[in-house]
Protein backbone atom coordinates (compact mmCIF):
# COMPACT_ATOMS: atom_id res chain seq x y z
CA UNK A 1 0.00 0.00 0.00
CA UNK A 2 1.37 3.87 -0.23
CA UNK A 3 1.19 6.63 2.28
CA UNK A 4 1.30 9.37 1.58
CA UNK A 5 2.93 12.13 4.27
CA UNK A 6 2.31 15.61 4.83
CA UNK A 7 3.97 18.04 6.58
CA UNK A 8 2.17 21.24 6.25
CA UNK A 9 4.39 24.81 7.54
CA UNK A 10 3.28 28.27 7.76
CA UNK A 11 5.32 28.53 4.44
CA UNK A 12 6.05 25.34 3.09
CA UNK A 13 5.00 21.95 2.73
CA UNK A 14 7.33 18.98 2.59
CA UNK A 15 5.67 15.39 0.97
CA UNK A 16 6.97 11.88 0.71
CA UNK A 17 5.26 9.11 -0.81
CA UNK A 18 5.90 5.37 0.70
CA UNK A 19 5.36 2.13 -0.28
CA UNK A 20 4.53 -0.53 2.58
CA UNK A 21 5.09 -3.02 4.39
CA UNK A 22 8.95 -2.47 2.55
CA UNK A 23 8.95 1.19 4.10
CA UNK A 24 10.68 2.32 0.22
CA UNK A 25 10.55 5.90 -0.56
CA UNK A 26 8.78 5.92 -3.50
CA UNK A 27 8.69 10.18 -4.53
CA UNK A 28 9.73 13.35 -2.33
CA UNK A 29 9.51 16.99 -2.70
CA UNK A 30 8.81 20.40 -1.16
CA UNK A 31 6.48 23.62 -1.93
CA UNK A 32 8.64 26.80 -0.53
CA UNK A 33 7.60 30.23 0.08
CA UNK A 34 4.03 30.19 0.17
CA UNK A 35 2.25 33.03 0.24
CA UNK A 36 5.01 35.45 -0.50
CA UNK A 37 4.44 38.20 -2.74
CA UNK A 38 6.58 36.54 -5.87
CA UNK A 39 5.48 32.78 -5.52
CA UNK A 40 3.01 31.81 -7.61
CA UNK A 41 1.66 29.17 -4.45
CA UNK A 42 -0.24 31.71 -3.24
CA UNK A 43 -1.98 29.03 -0.20
CA UNK A 44 -2.19 25.94 1.12
CA UNK A 45 -4.75 24.70 -0.91
CA UNK A 46 -2.84 25.37 -4.50
CA UNK A 47 0.45 23.92 -2.47
CA UNK A 48 -1.37 20.54 -2.20
CA UNK A 49 -2.59 20.62 -6.25
CA UNK A 50 0.93 21.46 -6.98
CA UNK A 51 1.68 18.92 -5.10
CA UNK A 52 -0.57 15.92 -6.49
CA UNK A 53 0.37 17.02 -10.00
CA UNK A 54 3.83 16.20 -8.66
CA UNK A 55 3.25 12.87 -7.64
CA UNK A 56 1.16 11.96 -10.46
CA UNK A 57 3.76 13.17 -13.23
CA UNK A 58 6.86 11.49 -11.16
CA UNK A 59 5.99 8.68 -9.58
CA UNK A 60 4.47 5.58 -11.01
CA UNK A 61 0.92 6.05 -9.17
CA UNK A 62 -1.83 6.73 -11.84
CA UNK A 63 -4.71 7.69 -9.58
CA UNK A 64 -5.23 9.17 -6.43
CA UNK A 65 -6.98 6.03 -5.12
CA UNK A 66 -3.92 4.12 -5.50
CA UNK A 67 -2.95 6.47 -2.71
CA UNK A 68 -4.36 3.99 0.93
CA UNK A 69 -3.60 6.70 3.29
CA UNK A 70 -2.61 10.40 4.24
CA UNK A 71 -0.39 10.87 7.21
CA UNK A 72 -0.10 14.54 8.52
CA UNK A 73 2.37 16.09 10.85
CA UNK A 74 0.53 17.93 13.56
CA UNK A 75 2.80 20.04 15.95
CA UNK A 76 0.59 19.82 18.84
CA UNK A 77 -1.73 18.20 20.47
CA UNK A 78 -2.26 19.47 23.64
CA UNK A 79 -2.61 16.96 26.43
CA UNK A 80 -5.61 15.41 24.24
CA UNK A 81 -3.16 13.32 22.24
CA UNK A 82 -1.13 10.59 23.74
CA UNK A 83 -0.78 8.55 20.11
CA UNK A 84 -2.02 9.17 16.30
CA UNK A 85 -5.49 9.36 15.55
CA UNK A 86 -7.74 8.90 12.30
CA UNK A 87 -8.66 12.05 11.28
CA UNK A 88 -12.57 13.34 11.96
CA UNK A 89 -14.41 16.15 12.82
CA UNK A 90 -13.84 14.93 16.80
CA UNK A 91 -10.24 15.18 15.93
CA UNK A 92 -10.14 18.83 14.00
CA UNK A 93 -12.00 20.79 16.52
CA UNK A 94 -9.57 19.06 19.31
CA UNK A 95 -6.40 20.63 16.27
CA UNK A 96 -8.13 23.63 16.14
CA UNK A 97 -8.09 24.38 20.06
CA UNK A 98 -4.40 23.51 20.51
CA UNK A 99 -3.97 26.00 17.94
CA UNK A 100 -3.72 28.60 21.05
CA UNK A 101 -0.52 26.76 22.19
CA UNK A 102 1.03 26.40 18.77
CA UNK A 103 -0.41 29.80 16.60
CA UNK A 104 2.14 29.59 13.92
CA UNK A 105 1.87 25.91 13.68
CA UNK A 106 -0.98 24.41 14.12
CA UNK A 107 -3.29 26.41 11.51
CA UNK A 108 -1.02 25.47 8.50
CA UNK A 109 -1.32 21.67 9.89
CA UNK A 110 -4.90 22.04 9.38
CA UNK A 111 -4.97 24.02 6.07
CA UNK A 112 -3.11 20.78 4.82
CA UNK A 113 -5.54 18.26 6.53
CA UNK A 114 -8.86 20.33 5.30
CA UNK A 115 -7.75 20.52 1.76
CA UNK A 116 -6.67 16.84 1.42
CA UNK A 117 -9.68 15.25 3.08
CA UNK A 118 -11.47 17.48 0.03
CA UNK A 119 -8.74 16.16 -2.54
CA UNK A 120 -7.89 12.27 -1.80
CA UNK A 121 -10.36 9.88 -2.07
CA UNK A 122 -9.34 7.49 1.02
CA UNK A 123 -11.09 8.25 4.15
CA UNK A 124 -8.01 7.02 5.96
CA UNK A 125 -6.19 10.17 6.90
CA UNK A 126 -4.04 10.45 10.01
CA UNK A 127 -2.81 12.86 12.23
CA UNK A 128 0.61 12.30 14.32
CA UNK A 129 1.81 14.88 17.05
CA UNK A 130 4.67 16.19 17.64
CA UNK A 131 3.79 16.25 21.36
CA UNK A 132 2.44 12.76 21.64
CA UNK A 133 5.83 11.21 22.49
CA UNK A 134 6.52 13.09 25.37
CA UNK A 135 2.82 12.24 27.02
CA UNK A 136 5.02 9.58 29.10
CA UNK A 137 7.20 11.80 31.12
CA UNK A 138 5.91 12.63 34.03
CA UNK A 139 4.20 14.98 36.32
CA UNK A 140 6.94 16.05 38.45
CA UNK A 141 8.84 16.45 34.90
CA UNK A 142 6.03 18.40 33.12
CA UNK A 143 4.59 20.56 35.54
CA UNK A 144 6.19 24.36 36.20
CA UNK A 145 6.86 25.49 39.89
CA UNK A 146 4.38 28.16 39.34
CA UNK A 147 0.99 28.85 40.89
CA UNK A 148 -0.75 25.71 40.05
CA UNK A 149 -4.17 27.32 39.07
CA UNK A 150 -2.28 28.51 35.89
CA UNK A 151 -2.20 25.13 34.48
CA UNK A 152 -5.50 24.01 36.06
CA UNK A 153 -6.49 27.24 33.88
CA UNK A 154 -4.62 27.66 30.71
CA UNK A 155 -2.70 24.19 30.68
CA UNK A 156 0.89 25.85 31.24
CA UNK A 157 3.26 23.12 31.60
CA UNK A 158 5.97 21.40 29.66
CA UNK A 159 4.87 19.61 26.53
CA UNK A 160 7.98 18.85 24.79
CA UNK A 161 8.48 18.72 20.98
CA UNK A 162 10.36 16.76 17.86
CA UNK A 163 8.65 13.86 18.97
CA UNK A 164 8.44 11.78 16.05
CA UNK A 165 12.06 12.46 15.21
CA UNK A 166 13.04 11.28 18.81
CA UNK A 167 10.57 8.74 18.55
CA UNK A 168 12.71 7.34 14.82
CA UNK A 169 15.65 7.52 16.46
CA UNK A 170 15.15 5.57 19.42
CA UNK A 171 14.20 2.95 17.20
CA UNK A 172 17.00 3.05 15.03
CA UNK A 173 19.58 3.16 17.91
CA UNK A 174 17.89 -0.73 19.30
CA UNK A 175 18.45 -1.95 15.49
CA UNK A 176 21.91 -0.55 15.43
CA UNK A 177 22.87 -1.92 18.94
CA UNK A 178 21.13 -5.14 18.24
CA UNK A 179 19.08 -4.85 21.53
CA UNK A 180 15.52 -4.82 22.24
CA UNK A 181 14.20 -0.88 22.60
CA UNK A 182 12.62 -1.83 25.94
CA UNK A 183 15.95 -2.39 27.33
CA UNK A 184 17.59 0.11 26.51
CA UNK A 185 18.60 3.66 28.08
CA UNK A 186 18.86 6.59 25.39
CA UNK A 187 19.30 10.24 25.28
CA UNK A 188 18.28 11.71 21.65
CA UNK A 189 19.51 15.12 20.83
CA UNK A 190 17.90 16.71 17.67
CA UNK A 191 19.86 19.22 16.61
CA UNK A 192 18.76 21.65 13.88
CA UNK A 193 17.82 25.22 13.34
CA UNK A 194 15.57 24.02 16.22
CA UNK A 195 17.41 21.74 19.05
CA UNK A 196 15.68 19.25 21.66
CA UNK A 197 17.18 16.89 23.71
CA UNK A 198 15.20 13.59 25.24
CA UNK A 199 16.39 10.65 27.61
CA UNK A 200 14.25 7.78 26.90
CA UNK A 201 14.01 4.98 28.86
CA UNK A 202 12.36 1.56 27.60
CA UNK A 203 10.88 3.43 24.41
CA UNK A 204 9.51 5.77 26.43
CA UNK A 205 10.37 9.81 27.09
CA UNK A 206 10.68 10.65 30.53
CA UNK A 207 12.45 14.28 29.95
CA UNK A 208 12.58 16.37 27.29
CA UNK A 209 14.30 19.60 26.91
CA UNK A 210 11.59 21.92 25.16
CA UNK A 211 8.52 22.85 27.17
CA UNK A 212 5.50 24.94 26.79
CA UNK A 213 6.95 26.12 23.71
CA UNK A 214 9.86 25.13 21.64
CA UNK A 215 11.49 28.03 23.14
CA UNK A 216 12.67 26.65 26.37
CA UNK A 217 15.67 23.99 26.82
CA UNK A 218 19.46 23.94 24.26
CA UNK A 219 20.56 27.25 22.56
CA UNK A 220 19.36 27.03 18.80
CA UNK A 221 19.44 29.02 15.30
CA UNK A 222 17.48 31.65 16.43
CA UNK A 223 15.54 30.92 19.72
CA UNK A 224 17.21 31.77 23.22
CA UNK A 225 16.99 28.02 25.00
CA UNK A 226 17.13 28.68 28.89
CA UNK A 227 17.23 32.26 30.41
CA UNK A 228 16.22 33.65 33.60
CA UNK A 229 12.96 35.45 33.14
CA UNK A 230 13.80 38.17 35.33
CA UNK A 231 16.25 39.37 32.69
CA UNK A 232 13.83 39.69 29.83
CA UNK A 233 11.62 41.41 32.17
CA UNK A 234 14.44 44.01 32.59
CA UNK A 235 15.49 44.27 28.82
CA UNK A 236 11.57 45.40 28.21
CA UNK A 237 11.67 47.98 31.33
CA UNK A 238 15.01 49.50 29.84
CA UNK A 239 14.39 48.99 26.60
CA UNK A 240 10.30 49.61 27.08
CA UNK A 241 9.53 46.55 24.70
CA UNK A 242 5.76 45.36 24.06
CA UNK A 243 5.40 41.35 24.79
CA UNK A 244 5.20 41.02 20.80
CA UNK A 245 8.58 42.44 20.33
CA UNK A 246 10.28 40.79 23.55
CA UNK A 247 8.35 37.46 22.05
CA UNK A 248 10.26 38.45 18.76
CA UNK A 249 13.50 38.94 20.30
CA UNK A 250 13.63 35.57 22.03
CA UNK A 251 12.33 33.32 18.67
CA UNK A 252 13.74 35.33 15.74
CA UNK A 253 16.58 37.46 17.00
CA UNK A 254 18.28 34.89 19.98
CA UNK A 255 20.55 32.08 19.62
CA UNK A 256 23.20 31.62 17.01
CA UNK A 257 21.72 34.61 15.50
CA UNK A 258 21.70 37.11 18.53
CA UNK A 259 24.93 35.99 20.13
CA UNK A 260 27.36 35.74 16.90
CA UNK A 261 25.73 38.78 14.96
CA UNK A 262 26.73 36.79 11.77
CA UNK A 263 23.84 34.17 11.40
CA UNK A 264 21.55 31.56 12.48
CA UNK A 265 23.27 28.62 10.43
CA UNK A 266 26.03 26.57 12.86
CA UNK A 267 27.95 26.33 8.84
CA UNK A 268 28.41 30.29 8.82
CA UNK A 269 29.03 30.71 12.12
CA UNK A 270 31.76 28.16 12.41
CA UNK A 271 33.32 29.68 9.72
CA UNK A 272 33.53 33.29 10.56
CA UNK A 273 34.82 31.43 14.16
CA UNK A 274 37.71 29.98 12.33
CA UNK A 275 38.46 33.72 11.02
CA UNK A 276 39.14 34.77 14.52
CA UNK A 277 35.81 36.36 14.73
CA UNK A 278 35.17 35.96 18.44
CA UNK A 279 31.88 36.24 19.00
CA UNK A 280 30.78 33.82 16.59
CA UNK A 281 33.36 31.68 19.12
CA UNK A 282 31.76 32.85 21.87
CA UNK A 283 28.34 31.52 20.22
CA UNK A 284 29.62 27.79 19.52
CA UNK A 285 31.24 27.83 22.63
CA UNK A 286 27.97 28.36 24.67
CA UNK A 287 25.77 26.14 22.07
CA UNK A 288 28.58 23.28 22.75
CA UNK A 289 28.63 23.69 26.69
CA UNK A 290 24.57 23.46 26.88
CA UNK A 291 24.49 20.23 25.18
CA UNK A 292 27.09 18.68 27.44
CA UNK A 293 25.05 20.37 30.54
CA UNK A 294 21.67 18.59 29.15
CA UNK A 295 23.62 15.39 28.43
CA UNK A 296 25.48 15.12 31.52
CA UNK A 297 21.89 16.00 33.54
CA UNK A 298 20.20 13.52 31.21
CA UNK A 299 22.88 10.82 32.27
CA UNK A 300 21.82 11.22 35.73
CA UNK A 301 18.61 11.50 35.30
CA UNK A 302 18.56 8.17 33.25
CA UNK A 303 21.03 6.39 35.53
CA UNK A 304 23.65 6.12 32.74
CA UNK A 305 22.93 5.69 28.90
CA UNK A 306 23.24 2.70 26.50
CA UNK A 307 23.90 5.64 23.54
CA UNK A 308 23.80 9.74 23.18
CA UNK A 309 22.38 9.67 19.71
CA UNK A 310 22.71 12.69 17.10
CA UNK A 311 20.54 13.88 14.56
CA UNK A 312 19.39 16.76 12.47
CA UNK A 313 21.13 18.82 10.53
CA UNK A 314 24.07 19.90 13.22
CA UNK A 315 24.13 16.64 14.85
CA UNK A 316 24.17 14.55 11.80
CA UNK A 317 27.15 17.15 10.01
CA UNK A 318 29.50 18.27 12.53
CA UNK A 319 31.59 14.97 12.93
CA UNK A 320 34.28 17.30 14.91
CA UNK A 321 31.80 18.37 17.59
CA UNK A 322 30.13 15.08 17.98
CA UNK A 323 33.72 13.34 18.61
CA UNK A 324 34.86 16.16 21.30
CA UNK A 325 31.55 15.46 23.23
CA UNK A 326 32.41 11.62 23.13
CA UNK A 327 35.49 11.75 24.28
CA UNK A 328 34.46 13.50 27.42
CA UNK A 329 31.68 11.11 27.85
CA UNK A 330 33.59 8.28 27.41
CA UNK A 331 35.82 9.27 30.20
CA UNK A 332 32.80 8.61 32.90
CA UNK A 333 30.76 6.61 31.42
CA UNK A 334 33.16 4.39 29.14
CA UNK A 335 30.40 1.91 28.01
CA UNK A 336 27.59 4.43 26.89
CA UNK A 337 27.85 4.64 22.42
CA UNK A 338 27.79 7.95 20.97
CA UNK A 339 25.88 7.48 17.49
CA UNK A 340 25.11 9.69 14.58
CA UNK A 341 21.65 8.75 13.14
CA UNK A 342 20.22 10.43 10.64
CA UNK A 343 16.37 11.41 10.93
CA UNK A 344 13.34 10.46 8.78
CA UNK A 345 10.25 12.17 10.39
CA UNK A 346 8.33 11.76 7.74
CA UNK A 347 9.02 7.60 7.69
CA UNK A 348 8.00 7.69 11.13
CA UNK A 349 4.60 9.43 10.74
CA UNK A 350 4.46 6.64 7.82
CA UNK A 351 4.96 3.78 10.13
CA UNK A 352 2.59 5.29 13.30
CA UNK A 353 -0.11 5.75 9.89
CA UNK A 354 0.80 1.82 8.73
CA UNK A 355 0.37 0.95 12.45
CA UNK A 356 -3.30 2.29 13.28
CA UNK A 357 -4.56 1.27 9.14
CA UNK A 358 -3.79 -2.55 10.49
CA UNK A 359 -4.82 -1.94 13.63
CA UNK A 360 -8.49 -0.88 12.60
CA UNK A 361 -8.49 -3.16 10.54
CA UNK A 362 -8.20 -5.74 12.36
CA UNK A 363 -10.95 -4.35 14.52
CA UNK A 364 -13.15 -4.73 11.50
Same mark, same amino acid.
Given at each position: ??? /????????????????????????????????????????????? =????????????????????????????????????????????????????????????? /???????????????????????????????????????????????????????????????????????????? /????????????????????????????????????????????????????????????????????????????????????????? =??????????????????????????????????????????????????????????????????????????????????????????
Amino acid at each position: MNI /LVINSGSSSIKYKLFSFPKESLVDKGEIEKIGEEKSKIKNHTQGI =DEIINKILVKSKINSLKDITAVGHRVVHGGEKFKQPHLINKTVIKQIQKCSKLAPLHNPAN /LAGINYCLKSFPTNFQVAVFDTAFHQTVSEEGYIYPIPYKYYRKYKIRKYGFHGTSHQFIAQKAALTLKKPLTKLK /LITAHLGNGCSMTAIDKGKSIATSMGFTPLEGLMMGTRCGDVDVAAIFNIMKKEKLAIDQMDKILNKKSGFLGVSGVSNDLRNVSKAAK =DGNRRAKLAVDIFISRLKKYIGAYLFYLGGADAVCFTGGIGENNPDMVKSIKSQIKRIFSKTKVLIIPTDEELMIAKLTYKLFKKLRRGK
